[in-house]
T-cell receptor
Protein backbone atom coordinates (compact mmCIF):
# COMPACT_ATOMS: atom_id res chain seq x y z
CA UNK A 1 0.00 0.00 0.00
CA UNK A 2 1.07 3.54 -0.66
CA UNK A 3 1.63 5.75 2.36
CA UNK A 4 1.15 8.81 0.12
CA UNK A 5 -1.49 8.88 -2.61
CA UNK A 6 -1.15 11.40 -5.42
CA UNK A 7 -3.86 12.45 -7.83
CA UNK A 8 -4.26 12.67 -10.67
CA UNK A 9 -1.64 10.25 -12.01
CA UNK A 10 -1.35 12.31 -15.18
CA UNK A 11 -2.65 15.60 -16.44
CA UNK A 12 -2.70 17.37 -19.79
CA UNK A 13 -3.62 21.04 -19.77
CA UNK A 14 -3.64 23.86 -22.28
CA UNK A 15 -1.04 26.55 -21.76
CA UNK A 16 -2.44 29.33 -19.60
CA UNK A 17 -4.80 27.11 -17.63
CA UNK A 18 -4.65 26.55 -13.88
CA UNK A 19 -4.27 23.11 -12.36
CA UNK A 20 -4.13 21.36 -8.99
CA UNK A 21 -2.29 18.23 -7.87
CA UNK A 22 -3.16 16.52 -4.59
CA UNK A 23 -1.17 14.44 -2.12
CA UNK A 24 -3.00 12.57 0.64
CA UNK A 25 -1.94 10.48 3.62
CA UNK A 26 -3.99 8.47 6.07
CA UNK A 27 -1.54 9.47 8.81
CA UNK A 28 -0.46 12.84 10.16
CA UNK A 29 2.54 14.24 8.37
CA UNK A 30 5.60 15.63 10.12
CA UNK A 31 6.57 17.54 6.98
CA UNK A 32 5.47 17.57 3.36
CA UNK A 33 7.85 18.18 0.46
CA UNK A 34 7.13 18.89 -3.19
CA UNK A 35 9.60 18.02 -5.92
CA UNK A 36 9.62 18.36 -9.69
CA UNK A 37 11.38 15.92 -12.02
CA UNK A 38 12.04 16.23 -15.71
CA UNK A 39 12.12 12.90 -17.52
CA UNK A 40 15.28 10.92 -16.79
CA UNK A 41 16.70 13.55 -14.47
CA UNK A 42 17.00 14.15 -10.75
CA UNK A 43 14.38 15.67 -8.49
CA UNK A 44 14.35 19.42 -7.96
CA UNK A 45 13.16 20.57 -4.54
CA UNK A 46 10.28 23.05 -4.81
CA UNK A 47 9.08 23.72 -1.27
CA UNK A 48 8.44 22.24 2.14
CA UNK A 49 5.42 22.65 4.40
CA UNK A 50 5.37 21.79 8.06
CA UNK A 51 2.65 23.69 9.88
CA UNK A 52 -1.06 22.91 9.57
CA UNK A 53 -2.68 25.47 7.29
CA UNK A 54 0.67 26.60 5.91
CA UNK A 55 0.84 27.97 2.38
CA UNK A 56 3.93 28.77 0.33
CA UNK A 57 4.41 30.19 -3.14
CA UNK A 58 7.25 30.20 -5.60
CA UNK A 59 6.64 32.08 -8.84
CA UNK A 60 3.36 30.64 -10.16
CA UNK A 61 3.35 27.54 -7.95
CA UNK A 62 1.50 27.52 -4.61
CA UNK A 63 1.44 24.65 -2.14
CA UNK A 64 -0.84 24.28 0.86
CA UNK A 65 -0.94 21.87 3.80
CA UNK A 66 -4.33 21.32 5.39
CA UNK A 67 -5.01 21.93 9.08
CA UNK A 68 -4.98 18.23 9.91
CA UNK A 69 -1.62 17.85 8.13
CA UNK A 70 -2.83 14.89 6.10
CA UNK A 71 -3.31 16.46 2.70
CA UNK A 72 -1.41 18.88 0.53
CA UNK A 73 -2.25 20.50 -2.77
CA UNK A 74 0.03 22.02 -5.39
CA UNK A 75 -1.57 24.67 -7.55
CA UNK A 76 -0.07 26.08 -10.74
CA UNK A 77 -1.49 29.32 -12.08
CA UNK A 78 -1.39 30.15 -15.79
CA UNK A 79 0.59 27.03 -16.70
CA UNK A 80 3.45 27.19 -19.18
CA UNK A 81 5.30 24.48 -21.13
CA UNK A 82 8.20 24.92 -18.69
CA UNK A 83 5.95 23.54 -15.94
CA UNK A 84 5.79 20.16 -17.67
CA UNK A 85 7.34 17.26 -15.79
CA UNK A 86 6.61 14.86 -12.97
CA UNK A 87 5.58 16.32 -9.62
CA UNK A 88 6.25 14.19 -6.56
CA UNK A 89 5.25 14.71 -2.98
CA UNK A 90 7.38 13.30 -0.19
CA UNK A 91 6.79 13.20 3.53
CA UNK A 92 7.90 12.03 6.91
CA UNK A 93 5.03 10.57 8.91
CA UNK A 94 4.68 11.24 12.63
CA UNK A 95 6.16 8.37 14.67
CA UNK A 96 7.86 6.98 11.58
CA UNK A 97 11.51 7.86 11.15
CA UNK A 98 11.23 7.21 7.44
CA UNK A 99 10.70 9.25 4.30
CA UNK A 100 8.01 8.29 1.78
CA UNK A 101 7.34 9.44 -1.77
CA UNK A 102 4.09 9.48 -3.69
CA UNK A 103 3.91 7.81 -7.10
CA UNK A 104 4.04 11.13 -8.93
CA UNK A 105 1.82 13.19 -11.23
CA UNK A 106 2.92 13.55 -14.83
CA UNK A 107 2.04 16.98 -16.20
CA UNK A 108 2.00 17.94 -19.88
CA UNK A 109 1.28 21.52 -20.92
CA UNK A 110 0.18 21.96 -24.52
CA UNK A 111 1.29 25.18 -26.22
CA UNK B 1 22.71 23.55 -9.36
CA UNK B 2 21.90 20.89 -6.79
CA UNK B 3 25.29 20.40 -5.16
CA UNK B 4 24.95 16.65 -5.64
CA UNK B 5 26.78 15.07 -8.57
CA UNK B 6 26.54 11.56 -9.94
CA UNK B 7 28.76 9.68 -12.35
CA UNK B 8 28.40 8.19 -14.81
CA UNK B 9 25.17 9.68 -16.16
CA UNK B 10 24.55 6.67 -18.38
CA UNK B 11 25.80 3.10 -18.03
CA UNK B 12 25.24 0.00 -20.12
CA UNK B 13 26.51 -3.25 -18.70
CA UNK B 14 26.23 -6.98 -19.26
CA UNK B 15 24.96 -9.31 -16.58
CA UNK B 16 28.46 -10.57 -15.79
CA UNK B 17 30.08 -7.14 -15.46
CA UNK B 18 31.08 -5.33 -12.30
CA UNK B 19 30.62 -1.58 -12.22
CA UNK B 20 30.24 1.19 -9.65
CA UNK B 21 28.07 4.28 -9.44
CA UNK B 22 29.49 7.32 -7.68
CA UNK B 23 27.76 10.14 -5.84
CA UNK B 24 29.35 13.21 -4.32
CA UNK B 25 27.71 15.98 -2.32
CA UNK B 26 29.17 19.42 -1.70
CA UNK B 27 26.50 20.58 0.77
CA UNK B 28 28.04 19.57 4.08
CA UNK B 29 25.27 17.04 4.68
CA UNK B 30 25.49 14.07 7.03
CA UNK B 31 23.03 11.66 5.42
CA UNK B 32 23.12 10.13 1.96
CA UNK B 33 20.61 7.94 0.11
CA UNK B 34 20.36 5.62 -2.88
CA UNK B 35 17.00 5.39 -4.68
CA UNK B 36 15.86 3.29 -7.61
CA UNK B 37 13.30 4.64 -10.06
CA UNK B 38 11.80 2.22 -12.56
CA UNK B 39 9.18 2.91 -15.17
CA UNK B 40 5.66 2.88 -13.72
CA UNK B 41 6.89 2.38 -10.14
CA UNK B 42 7.20 4.84 -7.28
CA UNK B 43 10.61 5.93 -6.16
CA UNK B 44 12.13 3.09 -4.10
CA UNK B 45 14.51 3.82 -1.25
CA UNK B 46 17.40 1.36 -1.31
CA UNK B 47 19.95 2.44 1.29
CA UNK B 48 20.45 5.21 3.82
CA UNK B 49 23.74 6.26 5.35
CA UNK B 50 23.98 8.60 8.31
CA UNK B 51 27.42 9.80 9.39
CA UNK B 52 28.97 7.10 7.20
CA UNK B 53 27.03 4.32 8.93
CA UNK B 54 24.45 2.31 7.01
CA UNK B 55 21.21 2.80 8.91
CA UNK B 56 18.68 1.45 6.44
CA UNK B 57 18.69 -1.36 3.90
CA UNK B 58 15.31 -1.98 2.31
CA UNK B 59 15.55 -5.63 1.30
CA UNK B 60 17.86 -4.88 -1.57
CA UNK B 61 19.47 -7.90 -3.31
CA UNK B 62 23.10 -8.52 -2.46
CA UNK B 63 24.13 -7.83 -6.05
CA UNK B 64 23.87 -4.16 -4.99
CA UNK B 65 26.57 -3.23 -2.50
CA UNK B 66 26.78 0.33 -1.12
CA UNK B 67 29.85 2.01 0.30
CA UNK B 68 30.18 5.31 2.11
CA UNK B 69 33.87 6.08 2.78
CA UNK B 70 33.11 9.57 4.12
CA UNK B 71 30.13 11.88 4.48
CA UNK B 72 30.69 13.44 1.05
CA UNK B 73 30.94 10.30 -1.06
CA UNK B 74 28.62 7.38 -1.70
CA UNK B 75 29.13 4.45 -4.04
CA UNK B 76 26.88 1.72 -5.32
CA UNK B 77 28.81 -1.34 -6.47
CA UNK B 78 27.02 -3.51 -9.00
CA UNK B 79 27.74 -7.11 -9.91
CA UNK B 80 25.87 -9.87 -11.77
CA UNK B 81 22.85 -7.66 -12.32
CA UNK B 82 19.64 -8.72 -14.04
CA UNK B 83 17.81 -6.94 -16.88
CA UNK B 84 15.05 -5.96 -14.42
CA UNK B 85 17.65 -3.89 -12.56
CA UNK B 86 17.65 -1.43 -15.46
CA UNK B 87 16.42 1.86 -14.00
CA UNK B 88 17.37 5.38 -13.04
CA UNK B 89 19.48 5.34 -9.87
CA UNK B 90 19.26 8.52 -7.85
CA UNK B 91 21.48 9.69 -5.06
CA UNK B 92 20.32 12.24 -2.49
CA UNK B 93 21.69 13.91 0.61
CA UNK B 94 20.26 15.77 3.58
CA UNK B 95 21.64 17.45 6.67
CA UNK B 96 20.00 14.96 8.99
CA UNK B 97 18.43 11.61 8.21
CA UNK B 98 14.76 11.45 7.19
CA UNK B 99 13.36 14.70 8.53
CA UNK B 100 15.39 17.21 6.52
CA UNK B 101 15.00 18.20 2.90
CA UNK B 102 16.72 15.79 0.55
CA UNK B 103 18.64 17.19 -2.41
CA UNK B 104 19.02 14.93 -5.41
CA UNK B 105 21.67 14.32 -7.99
CA UNK B 106 20.85 14.04 -11.71
CA UNK B 107 20.81 10.24 -11.62
CA UNK B 108 22.54 7.43 -13.48
CA UNK B 109 20.51 5.74 -16.22
CA UNK B 110 21.50 2.07 -16.01
CA UNK B 111 20.75 -0.47 -18.71
CA UNK B 112 21.53 -4.13 -18.07
CA UNK B 113 21.72 -6.27 -21.20
Amino acid sequence: SQELEQSPQSLIVQEGKNLTINCTSSKTLYGLYWYKQKYGEGLIFLMMLQKGGEEKSHEKITAKLDEKKQQSSLHITASQPSHAGIYLCGAVLYNFNKFYFGSGTKLNVKP
Amino acid sequence: ETGVTQTPRHLVMGMTNKKSLKCEQHLGHNAMYWYKQSAKKPLELMFVYSLEERVENNSVPSRFSPECPNSSHLFLHLHTLQPEDSALYLCASSFRRSTDTQYFGPGTRLTVL
